[in-house]
């Protein structure tokens, strides 16, 4: 089992920064991914970025250039920092740990950005 425990949500204007936090714990395995999704109301859950084990990133388009994940020197927490938020980012952001057999979800945390 996986514990993933999230952080850092709110309510930001635009322009703003937030920093998301995912700490995870349990039976980790050294070959995983971690990441960020979200969903926004009445649409599909879809991916924000994710970072393999050995440093390696993905991003979704809409987010290159303005977001940045980070995992800390023990690699069982990721970091998403959101800078120049944009009204369409406001969703419900979840952490996602995913191994060779299993995947896990955080509970998720809103992020809401307006004026």
């Known amino acids: 089992q996986v514990q993933l425990v999230e952080s850092g949500g709110g309510l930001v204007q635009p322009g703003g920064s937030l920093r998301l936090s995912c700490a995870a714990s349990?039976?980790?395995?050294?070959?995983?991914?971690m990441g960020w999704y979200r969903q926004a109301p009445g649409k599909l859950r879809e991916l924000v970025a994710t970072?393999?084990?050995?440093?390696?990133?993905n991003y979704a388009q809409s987010v290159k250039g303005r977001f940045t994940i980070s995992r800390d020197n023990t690699k069982t927490t990721v970091y998403l920092q959101m800078n120049v938020l944009k009204p369409e980012d406001t969703a419900v952001y979840s952490c996602?740990?995913?191994?060779?057999?299993?995947?896990?979800w955080g509970q998720g945390t809103q992020v809401t950005v307006s004026s």
């Open positions: 996602n740990y995913k191994d060779m057999s299993s995947e896990y």
């Open positions: 349990g039976s980790l395995f050294r070959n995983n991914v």
């Open positions: 970072i393999s084990a050995s440093g390696a990133t």
